[in-house]
């Protein structure tokens, strides 16, 4: 009987606290300042007036600044409103991917491993000819190269989690 979208969408209209006012002059000149900085799909977090909005870019313009705040598997409903130019304090976007410093370290760590065995079965091989087979040694690599990865991927993610990873794009002043 009743369509299930309409009704959810006149609920949500009913329930906005205010109509959106026309953009001034100002909110045009900052909608052509912002937009070139902000890609859609960028993972941004918005300071304003109501608090602090975290959502990936849909959009900006003249009217404010569009996030999509829901989950992947909801994307084709979860608009939210436009954040107006005049409550937006602070726009930060995500510079780089959480776990990159983990796969930075694990790769680090899996060079440094490998080297380190073979620097060492190179090594203990030179003393009287009783030093380790090629087969010893290729096993030892790789077990140095997947020991020291797995470490290298936890001191590397230890140390991405204590780094900010957000870049302000546009701040009030």
């Given amino acids: 009987m009743f369509d299930a979208h309409a009704l959810l969408l006149v609920a949500t209209l009913a329930a906005s606290p205010a109509v ?3 953009p001034t002059p100002i909110d045009s000149l900052l909608a052509s ?3 070139p900085l902000v890609r859609p799909g960028d993972r941004l977090r918005v300071r304003s007036a109501h608090g602090v909005s975290e959502g990936l870019a849909a959009g900006a313009g003249p009217g404010g600044l569009q996030l999509l705040r829901v ?11 436009p954040i107006a130019w005049s409550q937006i304090e602070r726009i930060e976007r995500q510079s ?6 983990a796969k930075v370290g694990a ?7 490998l080297a380190t065995v073979i620097s060492a079965s190179a090594y203990a091989g030179t003393y ?3 030093g ?3 087969g010893t040694v290729m096993l030892g690599g790789a077990v140095g190269a997947i020991g020291g990865a797995c470490l290298g991927a936890l001191i590397g993610g230890i140390i ?11 701040e009030r002043r």
């Fill in 107 to 113: 790769a680090v760590g899996a060079l440094l491993g």
């Fill in 160 to 170: 991405d989690a204590g780094v900010p990873h957000w870049k302000t794009v546009y």
């Fill in 33 to 35: 300042v912002v937009t």
């Fill in 128 to 130: 009287d000819g009783y």
């Fill in 132 to 134: 380790p087979d090629g």
């Fill in 96 to 101: 780089r991917p959480p776990g990159s410093g």
């Fill in 71 to 81: 989950p992947a598997e909801e994307r084709n409903h979860g608009f939210a409103p």
């Fill in 20 to 22: 959106p006012t026309a």
